[in-house]
């Protein structure tokens, strides 16, 4: 192995959370700070339920999905109005190209 190269090594280095826990462990480092551990954790401690709860997220994300379905039947409404619409001009334009050629014969008729 190379000499120097690798930092120092502390086998008693102490480990402190945010909630007052603390525990001992190896690290490069002699004092290392975190914000959550086991000791504090929603998913340890069987609390996670009650934060999503009071932070609102499920009501917010079943809100989301109920405006979601809203507008994708809005949309839909809309796309069969739209077909709708396109059908009656298209038959509105058939029975002018109808009246058109009547009109036109009748016309000719009436020459001779």
Same mark, same amino acid.
């Given at each position: 192995m190379r000499e120097n190269i690798h930092p120092k090594y502390y086998s008693d280095a102490k480990v402190i959370c945010a909630c007052g826990n603390t525990w001992v462990t190896?690290?490069?480092v002699p004092e290392l700070r975190t914000d959550v551990c086991s000791a504090c954790h929603p998913f340890y401690t069987g609390q996670s339920q009650r934060i999503v709860d009071r932070g609102g997220m499920v009501e917010r994300f079943t809100r989301? #999905?109920?405006q979601a379905a809203g507008l994708q039947?809005? #949309?839909a409404s809309r796309a069969r109005d739209k077909a709708r619409r396109e059908r009656e001009r298209q038959l509105v334009e058939i029975v002018d190209e109808e009246d058109v050629e009547a009109i036109d014969l009748g016309g000719e008729d009436q020459a001779k």
């Open positions: 190896g690290s490069t989301r #999905v109920e039947q809005e #949309v």
